[in-house]
C-alpha cells in the first residue's frame, strides 16, 4: 500500500502533470505525428538495412551490367544505376550513413556547445563571457556550408573527415542559444535563492539552470538533424564526403545527376530519400516546440 501510494504522489508531481500535457498537446497536431512517424521509420530503416533491403549486397562492390538503368519496376521499385544496383537497397544503407552522420556530429557538438553556454552566460559579463562568445561568434560570422567546404577541400575526402568538418562548424550555434537561456534564467528566484543557500556554480549551472534550459536543447537537436543531414549531403554532393561504392545519399545524386533527364530515377529517389528525412525531423521538432511551450 506504501509503494501503491508513492506512486500515486509521484504521478500527480508537477513535472508527471507538465509531461503529461506536453504529450497531449504533441499528440493533438496530426503533424507532429507524421513528423514522429518518419523518423520512427527512418530509424527503423537505418538500424537494419541488412535484413529490410530487398538486395542487401548492392550496397558494397557489385556490378551487374545486365540490369543497369532499369526504370523502377516490381523487381526493382526505384530502379537501377548505371553498375545495375538496387537503388531501393542503396537509400535504405544511405538513411544509415546519413543517421550515424547526424548522430556523431550532434554527440559531439551538442554538449561541448551547450557546456560553453552555461558557462559564458553564468559568467556574463566576464573575460569568460568575452573569449567564449566571441570565438563562437567567429565561426557563426561564416556561412556552415562554406566553412566545412573549407575544411573538408584541405583534408582527404571521406565520412570521417566530413563529420570533423561538420562538427567544428555547429557547436557555435548550441553556445549561443543556451547563453541566451542562462542569461536570462540567471536571474530568476529560484536560481537566486540556491546561491543565498550556499549551493555551488556547478550545482547552480546543472541542476537549476540547465534542466530549465532541456526545452529549446531539445527542439534544437530535433530540428538540427535534418540540418546536418543536408550539410552532408551537400558535400557529398561535391565529392567531400563519403566516396563509391560507399551508398551515401548525397553521393548517389551526384552520380544520378550525369545522367538527368533521361534516367531520372537515379538521381530522384536518393534526393527523395534526403528530403523525407529532413521534413520527419523538421515536423517532429516543431510539435516538440509547440508541446512544450503550449503553443
Given at each position: 500500500m506504501a509503494r501503491l501510494s508513492l506512486l500515486t504522489i509521484d504521478k500527480e508531481s508537477?513535472?508527471?502533470?507538465?509531461?503529461?500535457?506536453?504529450?497531449y498537446r504533441f499528440r493533438r497536431n496530426p503533424l507532429s505525428l507524421m513528423g514522429l512517424a518518419i523518423v520512427v521509420i527512418t530509424i527503423v530503416i537505418a538500424v537494419a538495412p541488412e535484413y529490410l533491403a530487398p538486395?542487401?549486397?548492392?550496397?558494397?562492390?557489385?556490378?551487374?551490367f545486365k540490369e543497369a538503368k532499369q526504370p523502377p519496376s516490381m523487381k526493382h521499385p526505384f530502379g537501377t544505376d548505371e553498375y545495375g544496383r538496387d537503388i531501393l537497397s542503396r537509400v535504405m544503407f544511405g538513411f544509415r550513413f546519413s543517421m550515424t552522420l547526424a548522430v556523431v556530429v550532434l554527440s559531439l557538438t551538442a554538449p561541448t556547445g551547450i557546456l560553453l553556454g552555461l558557462i559564458a552566460g553564468y559568467h556574463e559579463k566576464t573575460w569568460i563571457d568575452a573569449v567564449i562568445m566571441r570565438v563562437a561568434d567567429m565561426f557563426i560570422a561564416v556561412p556552415p556550408l562554406v566553412l566545412a567546404l573549407s575544411i573538408c577541400s584541405i583534408l582527404p575526402p571521406n565520412i570521417m573527415n566530413a563529420m570533423i568538418a561538420v562538427s567544428l562548424m555547429w557547436w557555435p550555434w548550441y553556445t549561443r542559444l543556451v547563453y541566451n537561456t542562462?542569461?536570462?534564467?540567471?536571474?530568476?528566484?529560484f536560481v537566486q535563492a540556491a546561491e543565498i543557500m550556499g549551493a555551488s556554480k556547478f550545482h547552480i549551472m546543472f541542476?537549476?539552470?540547465?534542466?530549465?534550459?532541456?526545452?529549446?536543447?531539445?527542439?534544437?537537436?530535433?530540428?538540427?538533424?535534418?540540418?546536418?543531414?543536408?550539410?552532408?549531403?551537400?558535400?557529398?554532393?561535391?565529392?567531400?564526403?563519403?566516396?563509391?561504392?560507399?551508398?551515401?545519399?548525397?553521393?548517389?545524386?551526384?552520380?544520378?545527376?550525369?545522367y538527368m533527364p533521361?534516367?531520372?530515377?537515379?538521381?530522384?529517389?536518393?534526393?527523395?530519400?534526403i528530403s523525407f528525412i529532413i521534413l520527419g525531423?523538421?515536423?517532429l521538432g516543431d510539435g516538440i516546440k509547440d508541446a512544450l511551450s503550449g503553443g
Open positions: 508537477p513535472r508527471w502533470r507538465s509531461l503529461r500535457r506536453s504529450w538486395y542487401p549486397d548492392h550496397a558494397g562492390y557489385y556490378i551487374n542562462t542569461v536570462s534564467l540567471k536571474n530568476e528566484y541542476r537549476e539552470i540547465l534542466p530549465n534550459a532541456l526545452g529549446p536543447i531539445l527542439t534544437k537537436l530535433t530540428l538540427d538533424v535534418g540540418w546536418v543531414i543536408l550539410i552532408g549531403a551537400s558535400l557529398s554532393f561535391v565529392g567531400l564526403g563519403a566516396q563509391p561504392p560507399t551508398p551515401d545519399l548525397g553521393t548517389m545524386v551526384s552520380e544520378g545527376s550525369k533521361e534516367y531520372w530515377w537515379i538521381s530522384i529517389f536518393p534526393a527523395m530519400a525531423f523538421n515536423l
